[in-house]
Every structure is written in structure tokens, then in C-alpha cells.
């Protein structure tokens, strides 16, 4: 792949996060037990299950998740989780041209 047909996350070397990445960040903040209890419960309310979720189903997943969360730092974790998923899908859309 050539400079001019990457995209911008990929000129950066930003891989786009997925549910490992989610699950270890918020079992940093939570622990291990509540994150995969919270991401349980997230994905049974939404139907979406497995680890190769897109990115859209990724955004579903972390909104019930963060709708749903009780403990502030929980909600606090998915947020950040949501808003790297957000930025990492603006920089997809973008070449790497200078501004």
C-alpha cells in the first residue's frame, strides 16, 4: 500500500481497537471479575456476542455498557473506550495529507 491510499489511522500506526483491548482497559480500571461481568451483561442485552465485533457493533456494545454501569468509573472506562473507537473511525476516513 502506497502513502497516498493509506489512511490516516494506518500512517499513524493505530490499529483499530478491538474487544481485548476494551475488556483489559476496563479491567485495569474495575478488575478482571466486573469487566467481563459488565461486558456479559452488555452483550447478552444487545445480542451481540464473540470478540470480531465491527466497529459499529462495538459502539452498541460499549453504549449499553456505559448506560447501564453503576459505578462511575466503569461508565468512565467505556467512554474512553468509545472515544478512541470514535477517533480511530475519523482517522479511517482520512488520507494522509498534510492539513
Known amino acids: 500500500m502506497d502513502q ?3 489512511t490516516g489511522a494506518a500512517l499513524r500506526g493505530l490499529a483499530r ?3 481485548v483491548d476494551w475488556l483489559k482497559e476496563i479491567a485495569g480500571v474495575v478488575g478482571p471479575a466486573e469487566a467481563l461481568l ?3 451483561r452488555a452483550t447478552l442485552a444487545t445480542g451481540l456476542h464473540g470478540t470480531a465485533l465491527t466497529p459499529e457493533q462495538m459502539r452498541v456494545v460499549g453504549e449499553r455498557l456505559a448506560a447501564d454501569a453503576t459505578d462511575p468509573r466503569l461508565r468512565l ?3 474512553s473506550c468509545l472515544l478512541r473507537l470514535r477517533v480511530h473511525g475519523a482517522l479511517e ?3 494522509g495529507a498534510p492539513r
Request: aromatic share 6%.
Open 38 to 40: 459488565a461486558w456479559s
Open 77 to 79: 472506562a467505556v467512554r
Open 17 to 19: 481497537p478491538t474487544v
Open 93 to 95: 476516513t482520512t488520507k
Open 4 to 6: 497516498s491510499t493509506r
